[in-house]
């Protein structure tokens, strides 16, 4: 055991721009796994969009015991984000694992619709949580085994291309909703699990000889005894170091802890925004069309272009900084909207929008990179179950903060929850450069001053 403060600190290499740029074998792969997630999203965006109102209009529920459903779900979810990581990583391959559990998630949608009771609604609502949050993870394992170095790029890369299929999923539910009847709404669960079973079904198009970017490297080097093997993380098992050592992987823990803070600014976006603006501002109702609109189609446009830019642990953390700090001003721009007559409301708004734009696009390049590039290779599975985990349960505990920060406070709820965002972005850099001295030649110290060598 070493002090790992007294040792040299070797920063991550600067990536080569050209390996943005994949050979032919991964690009193949790489368009598999953005159809996969288009696919996925589409039907995502529908069934997000229509399935309330299917509870409360259909299954006669009120909104508070299907928000209670929702987070319980949520709420269950979380347990099995790191486990599910550790099974890629040493154990399952991932793309039957992302396989299997969108197929089951599949299997459990259509389940809704012969749900009858409250409590059968719940079991269905968790059992779906706890295949998607499996399937997540295991999709963002073989993200990162095919983005090798610049694995936040092509994750950049998936999600623009996914918010746009998305958002057409979501367009197509203003259909089912202009229609209203119990058989649309059945009809568009049903196209939304073909979609989620179509999902797994193209990851199984993965080669199963994917390999881990550390088995790229053993392959061009030479052979080497203890390497991983392609597409085989049980190989890897043997080196995998403790069984949960995300858990005390202190660094890493805070810049999930921060996103997860920073992550609240999309559910004030989508949550909280359309209230404020109906309901305590002068501002016209289509606002809320037109923002929503623009948000999706910035991030679709911009985020691969950004992540590209955010392409070291020290840039990223400067970049989460510099997007607390827009997040911060979009808060206190959207309490003062609240005052003005309407057309100094409406540039007011439109200026907050333009800073949460901004703020989403580098907390989210940010997070992609430090998230990705600081997760040891051997468990890198398990870290990115962990941060899953902590962005569930961001987007399960959101609606409910925002919505008493917002809403119930008024306008000192606003700037309270931008100074939070503002903080939290700024202490992102020391956090970095905490994780990056604890990351030396394989190692990484727990943060406790005692490092695992490998």
């Known amino acids: 055991m070493t002090d790992t403060l007294s040792s040299p600190v070797t920063s991550p290499p600067a990536p080569d721009p050209a390996a943005d740029r994949p050979d032919p074998s991964d690009a193949r792969a790489q368009r598999i796994v953005i159809g996969a997630a288009m696919t996925g999203n589409a039907g995502y965006g529908l069934l997000s969009t229509i399935t309330i109102l299917y509870f409360s209009t259909h299954l006669h529920l009120a909104a508070s015991w299907i928000g209670l459903a929702l ?12 486990p599910a990581g550790r099974l890629a990583d040493t154990t399952v391959p991932p793309r039957l694992g992302a396989a299997l559990s969108y197929l089951l ?21 968790v059992v779906a949580a706890g295949f998607q949050m499996t399937a997540a993870t295991m999709r963002q394992t073989i993200v990162a085994r095919l983005g090798g170095p610049r694995a936040s790029v092509f994750r950049a890369k998936v999600t623009a291309r996914s918010n746009l299929a998305m958002m057409v999923g979501m367009a197509a539910s203003s259909l ?4 209203g009847s119990a058989t649309a709404y059945r009809s568009a669960i049903v196209v939304c699990c073909v979609l989620t079973a179509a999902q797994g079904l193209l990851f199984l198009a993965l080669p199963p000889g994917l390999a881990a970017p550390a088995a790229k490297t053993l392959a061009a080097d030479g052979p ?32 999930c802890l921060i996103y997860a803070t920073l992550v609240l600014l999309e559910t004030v976006v ?15 109702g289509w606002l809320i069309a037109v923002f929503g609109v623009a ?10 272009r950004t992540a590209r830019k955010v392409n070291t642990p020290r840039r990223a953390g400067r970049a989460m900084a510099v997007g607390g700090v827009f997040a911060g001003v979009f808060c206190v721009l959207t309490a003062l909207a609240s005052g003005p007559a309407v057309l100094p409301a409406v540039i007011v708004l439109v200026i907050a929008l333009l800073a949460s734009i901004a703020a989403e696009l580098l907390t989210v390049s940010a997070e992609m990179e430090l998230t990705m590039t600081l997760a040891p290779e051997h468990a890198k599975g398990q870290y990115l179950g962990l941060s899953q985990t902590a962005l569930t349960a961001a987007t399960t505990a959101g609606p409910s903060l925002v919505t008493l920060a917002c809403l119930t406070w008024g306008r000192p709820g606003w700037i309270l929850l931008g100074t939070l ?4 972005g700024l202490v992102t850099p020391a956090v970095t450069a905490w994780a990056e001295r604890t990351r030396r030649g394989g190692g990484v ?10």
Do not use: K
Request: proline share 5%; with cysteine.
């Open 71 to 82: 987070t319980i779900a949520g709420a269950c979810a979380m347990l099995l984000g790191i």
């Open 105 to 125: 998630l599949a299997a459990t949608e259509v389940c809704v619709l012969v749900v009858d009771s409250y409590y059968g609604l719940v079991v269905v609502l």
């Open 176 to 179: 089912v909703i202009a229609a």
């Open 224 to 255: 080497a005894a203890d390497g991983p093997a392609a597409d085989g993380p049980a190989a890897e098992a043997g080196r995998a170091g403790s069984r949960w050592e995300a858990f005390t992987d202190l660094p890493y823990l805070s810049i």
């Open 270 to 284: 989508t949550v909280a925004l359309p209230l404020w603006i109906t309901q305590h501002t002068t501002g016209p």
């Open 295 to 304: 948000n999706t189609l910035a991030i679709a446009c911009l985020l691969t």
């Open 421 to 424: 965002l503002a903080l939290a």
């Open 445 to 454: 110290d727990s943060g406790w001053g005692a490092s695992h060598r490998r």
